[in-house]
């Protein structure tokens, strides 16, 4: 297999939104009820009034053996697979100047006092275009994949909670189609209630992945988030869900590490995360047939092989490539056996971070 060269999308690389959290945050009601005007958003469906549902609270290269990519959930079609690829250290692609882009200044975490936002996801719904894009809908999911999202309840969650009773959740009605209506933010909720004038809910937060098996296992067609913001709006269908969840690591491991604040311990927790993770690679086909896996290079010699915690992550820079699935030991070979790459960066759409190839020592040093 070939290398060839892209540079990272620009995108966010700071803080991000709460690790995924074990139990339920109650929002109190009061906290989403300040007038904000917002219409609307194109896709969503008509919502006038949420509705209310109840629910339950130094080898041969060739040896690393890559997989075959899987099937995408959503974006440009995949090439045809193919079944076992290996290794070589031939490179072709331009170089690209410069390394990873530069850390923009970290977004506020809260749009409501003391309410903290799902930052990643509400900054990335408020690019959305109008009507979003398939690209759109792959950050969407993407970004939805950490931390938490809110569901707004019927009624006082908190007082619900404590006598044990289900949640009627809002949910919004096309047809006889039901979609569970999820916010990124107290801004979100805010317009929510501006828009329906139903005072009488309340909110609460939960894990993303409880949220979308929730939606998974109920009569959802899947998930509308922040249905009243504007553009910030995206449907995101059972079809999307299921393949992000049946791809994502119940820890969300690397994820929740590259969103979460950063130490001097990052670096180490990553490449921790990275021997037992599941990884990606962007893979295209060249001319002349080759299969070739994303690299960064620039003119001083620097090469970071890209490495992705999820499909959608190599799907969302829109480059046309294939998520190949990769091990912590098939990395750790081909480490080994090119010694000229320098490192790696991980997820390149952001939040990303580049790694050293002496921060990847114990990687490096894990067996065949």
Do not use: C
């Not at 100047?97 to 900054?123: F, H, K, Q, S």
């Amino acid at each position: 297999m070939a290398f060839f060269s892209r540079r990272p999308k620009k995108d966010g690389t700071g803080d991000g939104a709460d690790a995924v959290r074990e139990e339920p945050v109650v929002v109190e009601p009061a906290a989403a009820q300040a007038p904000e005007p917002a219409a609307s958003g194109p896709e969503a469906p008509e919502p006038a009034a949420p509705e209310h549902e109840a629910s339950e609270p130094g080898p041969d290269p060739a040896a690393s053996g890559i997989g075959a990519p899987e099937p995408a959930a959503s974006g440009p079609d995949p090439e045809e697979p193919v079944p076992h690829v290996g290794i070589s250290v031939s490179t072709y692609g331009a170089r690209t100047p410069g390394g990873p882009p530069a850390a923009p200044a970290a977004p506020p975490a809260e749009t409501i006092p003391g309410l903290r936002d799902n930052v990643l996801l509400r900054e990335t719904l408020a690019r959305m275009s109008r009507p979003p894009t398939s690209t759109d809908v792959v950050n969407a999911a993407r970004q939805l994949l950490q931390g938490h999202v809110f569901l707004r309840v019927k009624g006082d969650a908190r007082a619900l909670l404590a006598a044990g009773s289900d949640l009627p959740l809002s949910i919004a009605k096309r047809g006889d189609d039901a979609v569970l209506l999820a916010y990124s933010s107290g801004a979100a909720l805010r317009a929510a209630v501006r828009s329906d004038g139903d005072t009488a809910t309340s909110a609460v937060a939960q894990p993303v992945l409880t949220v979308v098996r929730q939606a998974l296992s109920g009569p959802y067609t899947g998930i509308l988030l922040d249905h009243a913001s504007t553009p910030a709006t995206v449907f995101l269908s059972r079809d999307v869900l299921s393949h992000a969840l049946e791809q994502a690591d119940d820890a969300l491991a690397l994820k929740t590490l590259l969103v979460g604040a950063r130490d001097a311990g990052t670096p180490s927790a990553v490449v921790t995360a990275m021997a037992s993770a599941p990884m990606w690679v962007a893979a295209r086909r060249a001319d002349d047939g080759r299969l070739g896996i994303a690299e960064v290079r620039d003119a001083s010699g620097m090469r970071r092989l890209e490495v992705f915690s999820h499909p959608l992550e190599v799907l969302a820079l829109g480059r046309g490539d294939q998520p190949l699935p990769l091990t912590g030991a098939q990395l750790a070979a081909v480490l080994r056996a090119e010694e000229r790459i320098t490192g790696v960066i991980v997820d390149p759409a952001g939040p990303h971070l580049a790694l050293s190839r002496a921060e990847l020592a114990p990687l490096i040093a894990l067996p065949s």
